[in-house]
């Protein structure tokens, strides 16, 4: 998503720049949105009970989600995996962002879901079809199947300053979901993570990989607030499943010391197999995932890296 400035005869002028170029051998070709909402916003607001999702922004540009609660608590006969709560429910995404540019959702609290599943039954925050240039900032998000996650985002995203946490899925209570998931469709790039808690930060290539991200001091411990008494498997501060291209992770402080998990485990600096390693809680997990090809080294820049505890 670009910003058209202007428009000289077959030369068309755009801001920003590309944060990915495109070959010109492929013929790129630009797009106009038909209707665009701008300089829109929802402000100091409760929602609950949304069906397909609380809140939906798309063909937007210079909007705003300000100040709001997003709850998906049930207040009677919640499901087996419902939260008891003063809401009415929550199905879909508390905040759905499809085609969006330099829209803002900042100083909101998203939590829980009517039923906690996978496939968007129970997302957060998520923002998809080429979105660009957003920032999701100081946010409270926990308690669903995915609460952040970007879906063929466009590039140029900050995601800064939030509290993060509770990622999981009633289908497999044992395996630790990805809190902060960077990539669930080909093919966010050249996104930013900063200064965010979240126990676990990851890419994955379940819909398509990823690249070029850049992860910058945050706390990603591995261990969210549910790990002891229910996760067992793929317990990691940060993963980087395989075909994650060319990443950064910079001045952050990742792992926790002592046992986590359900089985006691203690984390192990890395693990760059999946399996057998996919049982061994990690401070990285590189090159896992359903093609069960490592990652070539060079694919990961790893900068600075604090422990909280002593490595293995």
Request: proline share 4%.
């Amino acid at each position: 998503m670009v910003e058209i400035t202007a428009i000289n005869g077959s030369t068309v002028t755009f801001s920003p720049g590309l944060h990915l170029a495109r070959s010109g051998a492929l013929s790129p070709q630009l797009w106009k949105i038909p209707q665009l909402l701008t300089r829109a916003g929802v402000e100091d607001l409760y929602v609950t009970g949304g069906t397909s999702g609380n809140f939906f922004l798309q063909d937007a540009s210079y909007c705003w989600i300000k100040n709001v609660e997003s709850d998906g608590t049930v207040s009677s006969s919640p499901a087996s995996d419902g939260t008891l709560g003063q809401g009415n429910g929550m199905s879909g995404d508390h905040v759905l962002m499809q085609r969006t540019f330099r829209c803002v959702v900042r100083d909101g609290y998203f939590h829980h879901a009517t039923h906690v599943v996978q496939g968007g039954g129970a997302y957060g925050i998520s923002f998809a079809n080429y979105s660009s240039d957003n920032l999701i900032e100081n946010n409270i998000i926990y308690y669903m199947n995915k609460p952040l996650t970007m879906r063929a985002t466009g590039g140029g995203n900050v995601v800064a300053y939030n509290y993060i946490d509770d990622a999981w899925t009633s289908a497999d209570r044992g395996l630790q979901e990805t809190t902060l998931d960077l990539g669930h469709a080909s093919f966010p790039h050249m996104e930013l993570a900063e200064g965010n808690y979240a126990p676990q930060i990851a890419t994955e290539n379940v819909w398509g990989n990823s690249g070029w991200m850049t992860i910058f001091r945050n706390f990603a411990s591995g261990k969210q607030k549910r790990t002891d008494a229910n996760e067992t498997y793929q317990i990691a501060a940060i993963a980087m499943e395989v075909k994650a291209r060319q990443m950064n992770l910079l001045g952050n402080v990742l792992g926790t010391a002592g046992v986590l998990g359900a089985d006691h485990d203690t984390m192990q600096f890395e693990v760059t197999s999946s399996p057998p390693g996919q049982s061994k809680a990690a401070v990285l997990r590189i090159g896992h995932g359903p093609v069960r090809r490592l990652l070539a080294r060079a694919d990961v820049l790893l900068g600075e890296i604090r422990l909280a505890g002593p490595a293995r």
